[in-house]
Every structure is written in structure tokens, then in C-alpha cells.
């Protein structure tokens, strides 16, 4: 089946380490996004990339970087750099051509620092 | 910049009653609208949409009209469900920045 997704589902990470999180997509979309979720603050966009190899800062970029070398991965590091990166991170793709704004999200992937 | 405001929850109801959920943006140009639902534990995922001004969408009962006038898109359902608890979240797509906005979420709980 066609889809969206994210690994891990669950991620625990020390204090001053760098982790990735994957996601994977076989829908041929050619944009792609990277949303964090908090509890009473909504989605706020992080990255996006309409097309391979290019990508765009989002609203809440600092601390996050991200590639896109292959139309279906969109992989997101979340540094030392980012003060407070536990959250729920949602990944998302779109068709692209053109791109009406209709998302077709991933499961998600809970990262919490200790 | 554009920017979308959702009521704030919860939003507590008993089963079969009428449910309003409150959005409303700003925006230059000609944006289209979405609500996104997203049941526990998941990720979202599109629950209708509206391209134009007076455009209706619906889905499962659900709807919302794009008033530009008053730039408004509340989501209405004339008998909610118990299965229908969730949060809701209202967004803006605009095809200038390829970027789509989200509201804040307003999480539905309802009663059996």
C-alpha cells in the first residue's frame, strides 16, 4: 500500500546528542514536510522541500536541518542545537504539481529528551 | 503573514448534539481552506476542503463554507459521535509560498 512512513515511532535521546528521524514515502508526491506538534500550540512548520535536492526553512527552522537527495526519503535531524526538542514530529507529503495544499501525513514520532 | 485561529478547546458535547468548531485566517490573495482531523494516537488527515469563496466542503456529516467576507471556515455537524473525538485543526494553503498553516487544534470530546 502507498503511504507515509515514519521511524521510529518512539525516541529517547540524552541531552547534547544529534538523532534523525526517517520518513519514507512511495506515493511519487514530489513535496514534502516536517511539522512539530506541542499540546495547545498546533503544527508549526519546521522544513519543507518541493522538489529534490531543495528545501525550505520553515517557521521554527533553528536547531533542525534536513535533506532531500531522493524524491521519496525527507530525513530530519533534530541537533544539540534545538532547546527543547521533545515534541511530536509529523512528516507529510503532497503531489506538488501543482501543490493545492492537500497533506497526506505520517504516524509521527515521539521524541523525548532525558 | 497568513495566519489561522481556531476557537480553543476542549470542546465537550453529548452524543448527538450540534457541534460548531470556530476558524478564522488572514491571508493575502486567494487561499484555500482545510480541516484536518486527527484521532489519538495518529497522525492528520484530511477531512475536507474549499478552493473559492462560497465553496462548501463536507465529509462524514461534516461541513464548512469559505466566507471571505467575514474570512471565516467553521466546521459544523448536525449529530456528533462518540467515534467523532478527536482534534480538529483548521489551515490555510497559499500556492505563493507552497506552505500550509495550521490552527491550533481544538481537541472534541464527546459523550456517550
Known amino acids: 500500500d502507498g503511504g507515509i512512513t515514519q521511524s521510529p515511532k518512539y525516541l529517547f535521546r540524552k541531552e547534547g546528542q544529534n538523532v534523525t528521524l526517517s520518513c519514507e514515502q512511495n506515493?511519487?508526491?514530489?513535496?514534502m514536510y516536517w511539522y512539530r506538534q506541542d499540546p495547545g500550540q498546533g503544527l508549526r512548520l519546521i522544513y519543507y522541500?518541493?522538489?529534490?535536492?531543495?528545501?525550505q526553512k520553515g517557521d521554527i527552522a533553528e536547531g533542525y536541518s534536513v535533506s532531500r537527495e531522493k524524491k521519496e526519503s525527507f530525513p530530519l535531524t533534530v541537533t544539540s542545537a534545538q532547546k527543547n526538542p521533545t515534541a511530536f514530529y509529523l512528516c507529510?507529503?503532497?503531489?506538488?504539481?501543482?501543490?493545492?495544499?492537500?497533506?497526506?501525513f505520517g504516524e509521527g514520532s515521539r521524541l523525548t529528551v532525558l | 503573514g497568513n495566519s489561522v485561529t481556531q476557537m480553543e478547546g476542549p470542546v465537550t458535547l453529548s452524543e448527538e448534539a450540534f457541534l460548531t468548531i470556530n476558524c478564522t485566517y488572514t491571508?493575502?490573495?486567494?487561499?484555500?481552506l482545510f480541516w484536518y482531523v486527527q484521532y489519538p494516537g495518529e497522525g492528520l488527515q484530511l477531512l475536507l476542503k474549499?478552493?473559492?469563496?462560497?465553496d462548501k466542503g463536507s465529509n462524514k456529516g461534516f461541513e464548512a463554507t469559505y466566507r471571505k467576507e467575514t474570512t471565516s471556515f467553521h466546521l459544523e455537524k448536525g449529530s456528533v459521535q462518540v467515534s467523532d473525538s478527536a482534534v480538529y485543526f483548521c489551515?490555510?494553503?497559499?500556492?505563493?509560498?507552497?506552505?500550509?498553516?495550521f490552527g491550533q487544534g481544538t481537541t472534541l470530546q464527546v459523550k456517550p
Open positions: 507529510a507529503s503532497t503531489p506538488g504539481q501543482p501543490n493545492t495544499g492537500e497533506l497526506f
Open positions: 506515493l511519487n508526491h514530489d513535496a
Open positions: 522541500s518541493q522538489i529534490v535536492n531543495d528545501f
Open positions: 491571508a493575502t490573495g486567494y487561499p484555500s
Open positions: 474549499a478552493t473559492k469563496a462560497d
Open positions: 489551515a490555510l494553503f497559499s500556492s505563493n509560498t507552497g506552505k500550509l498553516i
